[in-house]
């Protein structure tokens, strides 16, 4: 599967964005999808994440009550919601997908389980 992450840019704070992740290769929907961060000089950090199948949803606690994670099989296309944009949100988001299988104690929180990933967009939060 291959990802395509689109919709970053310059914001200011407070302001909402929405980021796009296209999929194009294998049936989307028999895949987990997941949104991830990468700040200057920071560890990649998982945001948000949506299982095929049951569509149980994951987040952190970090932006739990700011983000919403949605997906649209029809499009191939995740989402990403991102209301109350702070400063401390710049970083290059990350879409990923094809989850390692269960028998290898994958989790939708763990960026080393997956292996796609699309290329980044850039968000950056002025105050």
């Known amino acids: 599967v291959q990802l395509q992450a689109s919709g970053g840019g310059l914001v200011q704070a407070g302001a909402s964005r929405r980021l796009s992740c296209l999929a194009s290769?294998?049936?989307?929907?028999?895949?987990?999808v997941a949104w991830f961060r990468q700040g200057p000089e920071k560890e990649r950090e998982f945001l948000a994440a949506v299982r095929y199948g049951t569509s149980r949803l994951y987040y952190s606690d970090s932006v739990k009550d700011r983000f919403i994670i949605s997906r649209d099989n029809a499009k191939n296309t995740a989402y990403l919601h991102m209301n109350g944009l702070k400063p401390e949100d710049t970083a290059v988001y990350y879409c990923?997908?094809?989850?390692?299988?269960?028998?290898?104690?994958?989790?939708?929180?763990?960026?080393?389980?997956?292996?796609?990933w699309g290329q980044g967009t850039q968000v950056t939060v002025t105050s």
């Open positions: 290769g294998r049936a989307f929907n028999s895949y987990s």
């Open positions: 990923a997908t094809d989850l390692l299988e269960p028998a290898y104690g994958s989790s939708e929180l763990d960026s080393a389980d997956y292996r796609s």
